[in-house]
């Protein structure tokens, strides 16, 4: 599979993946799709149009959104390590003629477990990444609301010096600081792309959507990564 080009996009698609959204994200044809806050049954009407596909959402009282993932090149399995408890980090294995890597859909939101950190689903996963010798990529909202200079942003500066520790790059590359999510004249850095040292060559490019063109259907613009096989 050397020198094709994979691409990843992932978006929080704010409160359901209606058609009209369905259609705008699919400008990118990406050969894996990470979306949060998708319905489960907006998934159950988009799912016929996917080789392989997954939906998940979590025990959370009152909340009806999830997080989905779709391809029509690849096979994507939920790997058994996956713990509940762990939230919206959700591992996937992505599999052609052979195993490629391991996923993780990230849709970080407050732990179920009292006086446990935002990120603490994120930071657990991470522990036990020795487990692994395989390739890996973290994907999606992190939520992490951080931008540079803000008295929060070392939540983002520690979540990345975290996965730094792992040998894990960030694929924004000098972006890391453009704003994916916009709230009234505020905006944070919220999405993100890391992937294990394996992957430091095979990164051509990050991108974020054009929020002029994307705030007419989420608060989040969606990231673009592409790599190479």
């Known amino acids: 599979m050397e020198n094709n080009v994979l691409r990843i996009v992932s978006w929080n698609c704010r409160n359901g993946f209606t058609p009209d959204k369905v259609k705008a994200i699919g400008f990118y044809d990406a050969d894996i799709f990470v979306i949060q806050e998708c319905k489960k049954t907006d998934y159950e009407l988009e799912k016929k149009n996917w080789s392989s596909h997954d939906f998940y959402i979590d025990k959370e009282e009152k909340s009806n959104l999830g997080v989905t993932v779709f391809s029509n090149k690849y096979r ?17 294995n992505i599999t052609g003629a052979e195993k490629l890597f391991l996923l993780y859909a990230v849709w970080t939101k407050k732990p179920l477990t009292k006086n446990s950190i935002y990120l603490a689903p994120v930071y657990n996963v991470l522990k036990e990444l020795p487990l692994y010798t395989e390739r890996i990529i973290f994907i999606g909202d992190f ?38 999510f916009f709230r009234g004249n505020k905006s944070w850095l919220d999405d993100h792309c890391f992937a294990s040292s394996d992957f430091r060559e095979r990164v051509i490019s990050f991108g974020i959507g054009n929020y ?17 096989f």
């Open 76 to 92: 994507i399995d939920r790997d058994k390590s996956f713990k509940e408890e762990n939230r919206y980090v959700i591992p996937y």
């Open 143 to 180: 939520n992490t609301g951080s931008i540079q200079g803000a008295s929060n942003a070392h939540w983002y500066e520690d979540l990345d010096n975290a996965l730094a520790e792992k040998k894990f790059i960030n694929c924004a590359s000098g972006q890391e600081w453009v704003p994916t």
């Open 212 to 228: 002029d063109y994307w705030r007419k259907y989420s608060d989040h613009c969606p990231i673009i990564v592409d790599f190479t």
